[in-house]
């Protein structure tokens, strides 16, 4: 049987008053209780992204009305926010943690707001959510060597390993950016299953390490967030996304071949 599409929910930050830099991917508490009735009313199941995986990978069912929420970075208003509103509906949710940017041990700096600390994760564990991966730093994954990229994704799995008891079992690219490089490293590291952006529904032909999600903003409305969940004209939403990301597309290649060429340059130097 012909797997349908599942909207994957992407949000950040959940905050009354988000720092600036984390602002327009953050949405207001209010706002996601509200997205969140409208999930329990319309008879959506949130599922994680592990399950997904295991059900289009070995062709197993799953609920009515699939949707998959997700959280990325690692924000210490999911904990404080979401968490009680996703308990109140019984809710399943996925958050993908940058390591290296959760307070206390390991933190590295470079957050954009206030994050969870590793005791507010491993609760968040213990409560149901499941805990992937989403590098040690943020950064852009494919444009770093293949030593900084090994790091970053190994290292990033082997603390949540330490900090939680158990390997995670899923990934998401920062920035929703990688490459077949990426992918195959994410694979080697033990990974499962990996979401991008695309701002599109999640089909089966995608492939577990290309998953396509749909992003939530705090400009995202009411009639909009409908629309993303039911996948009725999703693609509108999002054309100038779309356009700035083909842009900046052409923008990183360009890049790393500049990046290759002077790597060649140098090793002709030194013969």
């Known amino acids: 049987m012909r797997a ?15 720092a600036r830099a984390a602002y327009g991917l953050s949405v207001s508490p209010g706002a996601f209780a509200e997205q969140m009735r409208l999930l329990a009313d319309s008879g959506h199941t949130p599922v994680t992204a592990g399950r997904l995986a295991a059900a289009w990978r070995g062709g197993g069912r ?43 041990a390991h933190e590295t700096g470079g957050a954009l707001d206030l994050m969870l600390s590793w005791d507010q ?12 991966g989403h590098s040690h730093t943020h950064p852009q994954l494919d444009q770093l060597t293949d030593e900084r990229l090994w ?17 995670p079992g899923s990934f998401a690219y920062p920035y929703g950016y990688s490459s077949r490089r990426v992918r195959d490293t994410v694979r080697a590291a033990g990974f499962g299953v990996s979401l991008a952006v695309g701002n599109a529904l999640a089909v089966r032909r995608q492939g577990p390490y290309a998953l396509e999600r749909v992003t939530v903003r705090r400009s995202t409305s009411t009639a909009e967030f409908e629309r993303l969940v039911e996948g009725r004209r999703v693609g509108r939403l999002f054309v100038a996304d779309r356009v700035l990301t083909k842009g900046y597309a052409v923008v990183r290649r360009s890049r790393g071949l500049l990046r290759k060429s002077g790597v060649r340059k140098a090793i002709e130097a030194r013969v």
């Not at 349908?4 to 988000?18: D, G, K, R, T």
């Not at 968490?83 to 993908?96: I, S, Y």
């Not at 994760?121 to 992937?132: D, T």
């Not at 790091?151 to 082997?158: I, P, T």
């Open 4 to 18: 349908e599409p599942v909207p994957i929910l992407m949000y950040h930050a959940v905050a009354h008053a988000p």
């Open 62 to 104: 799953l609920p009515p009305r699939p949707v998959l929420i997700t959280f990325d970075d690692g924000y210490e208003g999911v904990h404080r926010y979401a968490l009680p509103v996703l308990a109140e509906h019984g809710f399943a949710a996925t958050l993908f943690a940058s390591t290296g940017w959760l307070r206390g």
């Open 121 to 132: 994760l491993r609760e968040l564990a213990a409560a149901g959510v499941e805990i992937g």
């Open 151 to 167: 790091f970053e994704v190994r290292h990033c799995r082997d603390l949540l390993t330490l900090e939680l008891g158990h390997p």
